[in-house]
Every structure is written in structure tokens, then in C-alpha cells.
């Protein structure tokens, strides 16, 4: 996002007080451009239309359409893994394993300062009451999808990991209605196939429980409940620790409004599991 950065900088001496503002915002929002419209990031920073539109003008784009589709193109284009290895910071040993678990309780400590409780009180509310439970994640957040499937098919029934596997997502999801719940994790950089999902079942009235960073208002949209995760690391991959602590808290707290279903649940589980599949 370097050199939309950089445009702004650039310009900034040539900005009216109103322009000052929407900056400020896009400096620590740039991503949600690419998803808002022009209605929605004005809204969102508090102008009208007609200053963000100027606004863009100055920065040298024929509109905001010009400068949002910029700004799409530079996140397609964002640093390669390759690029992010090379930028790592030059740390080993000891002194990367302190600072590796300093950056991960940071991020935990800011996760949870984040939450609201209202919007963990209804997460919990639609997947309690759901008939069945979608689980998404694309790429690297697949496992944390797998992992949240995994607990929750512990504790109860009809619960659904969206695979994916040879683009066979529409027949995962067609039978899903207004009274299923789905479990969203979505992350930098966003996956187009996951975008497409989540629209067709907000069209379908189901529910979205969306894990997504910090900041990320512009995804919103996508979501009935949105859970904003600090992913800060040192590594070139974000780091999934806050969204897996979430996630934990999530099914315990789904335990204990659900006793009854959790331990029969379990109970038929550990039968399963009992005819063999461990050893002694």
C-alpha cells in the first residue's frame, strides 16, 4: 500500500480541513476502500460524497471509483510471501522467542479490549439456535475454520466445514437457509471466493458470525456479528493466536448455555471413539 501511502503525503499540503480528516482515516483504513461504496466510506468518515469525491481528485484520480479501483489493484498486487520473508526483522534465538510471545499476548490483551459484549452475547445467541453451522476459511484461515468445526461437532449436530476442494463450494452451501449460522474467518489478504459466499448467504437471510482485523469496517457489510482480531507478527503470516483464543472462548461459552446437548454430544462421540480408535 506504499505508494497510495505516498500519494497522500504527497498531497496533503494541498488538503482543506474536511480532506485532513477523510486522510487521517484512510491512512489507518486504507483495505476498506476496496470494499465500501462511496456512500458507505463517506458515512463512515463523517463528509459528504461530494468531499470524498474532490478529495480523490486532488490525490489526481478522475473519482472515487478511479482512486477505490487503485487501491484494489495495489492489494492484488501486495508484497508476495517471498518479498515479506525478506523484510523480517534480523532477530534469533531467545531474543525472537521472548519477542515472539510478547507480540502474541499484546495481540491477545488488544483482542480483548476490542470485544463488545453484546456482539459475543448474539454470536453465541445464533449459533445456539441455529439448525446447522457453516464453518469458512480460505487458505490459511482454513485451519482455524477446521479447528472451530472440529469443537463444535463435539458439542453439536449438523455442523458443516466448507471445503471447497475442487471449487465444489456452491453444492457445500446451496442447502443452507434463513435458519443456519455461518462462522466466517477472513483475513489479509482476502480471498474473492469468500467474499462471493458470504454475499450469497446474507442474500439467503443466514446469519454471519465474521472474525476479521482489526479496523476491518469495511467488511462489515458481510456481517450480522463482527469479532475483531489483532494479528500482529513477526513472522511473514499473520499470526492466528487471537482469533484461536476467541474461538475457544466462544464453544465453552456455547457449553454452558447448552449442557444437556453438549454432553450427550460428547457422550456419543466418546462411544465412537471408544470401539477402537485408541490404543489400550
Known amino acids: 500500500m506504499t505508494y497510495f501511502i505516498e500519494k497522500l ?9 474536511s480532506q485532513c480528516t477523510i486522510a487521517e482515516y484512510i491512512q489507518g483504513h486504507v483495505e476498506s476502500i476496496a470494499f465500501c461504496t462511496l456512500e458507505e466510506l463517506a458515512s463512515q468518515i463523517g ?3 461530494t468531499t470524498v469525491i474532490r478529495f480523490s481528485r486532488v490525490l489526481g ?48 490483551v488488544q483482542t480483548l479490549a476490542a470485544q463488545k459484549d453484546e456482539d459475543l452475547e448474539r454470536a453465541v445467541s445464533f ?9 469458512l476459511g480460505m487458505r490459511s484461515s482454513y485451519s482455524l475454520a477446521y479447528y472451530m468445526a472440529s469443537r463444535l461437532g463435539e458439542i453439536r449436530p449438523n455442523v458443516h466445514l466448507i ?22 474467518y477472513m483475513f489479509p489478504r482476502y480471498s ?20 476479521t482485523a482489526m479496523n476491518n469496517y469495511a467488511l462489515s457489510s458481510y456481517a450480522d456479528v463482527l469479532l475483531p482480531c489483532v494479528l500482529k507478527s513477526l513472522s511473514y503470516k499473520n499470526s492466528i493466536a487471537a482469533p484461536v483464543c476467541l474461538s475457544n472462548y ?13 454432553r450427550l454430544m460428547l457422550s456419543k462421540t466418546e462411544d465412537i471413539l471408544s470401539k477402537g480408535y485408541y490404543i489400550g
Open 127 to 135: 449459533i445456539s439456535n441455529a439448525d446447522k453451522v457453516y464453518l
Open 61 to 108: 484520480y478522475q473519482g472515487f471509483t478511479d482512486m477505490q479501483q487503485a487501491v484494489k489493484d495495489e492489494i492484488q498486487n501486495k508484497a508476495s510471501l517471498p518479498e515479506r520473508l525478506d523484510d523480517l526483522e534480523k532477530v534469533s534465538g531467545n531474543a525472537l522467542l521472548r519477542k515472539s510471545f510478547a507480540l502474541d499476548e499484546e495481540n491477545l
Open 250 to 262: 466462544l464453544v465453552t461459552e456455547l457449553v454452558t448455555h447448552n449442557y444437556d446437548q453438549s
Open 192 to 211: 474473492k471466493a469468500a467474499i462471493h459466499i458470504l454475499g450469497w448467504m446474507k442474500e439467503q437471510g443466514i446469519r454471519i458470525v465474521l472474525f
Open 163 to 184: 471445503h471447497s476442494i475442487g471449487m465444489l463450494y456452491p453444492e457445500e452451501i446451496v442447502s443452507a437457509s434463513a435458519k443456519d449460522v455461518c462462522i466466517a
Open 47 to 49: 463528509v459528504s460524497t
Open 9 to 17: 503525503k504527497n498531497a496533503s499540503a494541498q488538503f482543506t480541513h
